[in-house]
């Protein structure tokens, strides 16, 4: 069982950054590949970013990609999302979550464990 817990949310102007985190319980951290996912409101909810279960790989949706980097320090048990040259459109509940999967996935159905998310709000 794993427990998630984001934090770090918040408003920002566009164009600015912020680093979101997530916590997780558990001794088994390591033994996860992690992800986070947004959701707007009136949207689906989607994949953001992905990291193995090292912190050796990751990938990213493209519409994030140069702008954010997924990272993770399995010794503090947490996940963190840098987010830089954010857009109005960034602005969404961000999840994270984790999966068996070694190298993360894009797929939300991939993942067993969720967090409750924490807002993002960019104003332009």
């Known amino acids: 069982q794993v427990q998630l817990v984001e934090s770090g949310g918040g408003l920002v102007q566009a164009g600015g950054s912020l680093r979101i985190s997530c916590a997780a319980s558990?001794?088994?951290?390591?033994?996860?590949?992690m992800g986070w996912f947004r959701q707007a409101p009136g949207k689906e909810r989607e994949f953001v970013a992905a990291?193995?279960?090292?912190?050796?790989?990751?990938y990213y949706a493209g519409s994030v990609k140069g702008r954010f980097t997924i990272s993770r320090d399995n010794a503090k048990n947490t996940v963190f999302l840098q987010m830089n040259s954010l857009k109005p459109e960034d602005t969404a509940l961000y999840y994270c979550?984790?999966?068996?999967?070694?190298?993360?996935?894009?797929?939300?159905?991939?993942?067993?464990?969720w967090g409750r998310g924490t807002q993002v709000t960019v104003s332009s």
């Open positions: 979550a984790a999966t068996t999967v070694t190298y993360g996935s894009s797929r939300s159905a991939e993942y067993n464990y």
């Open positions: 558990g001794r088994t951290f390591s033994s996860y590949g």
């Open positions: 990291i193995s279960r090292s912190g050796g790989s990751t």
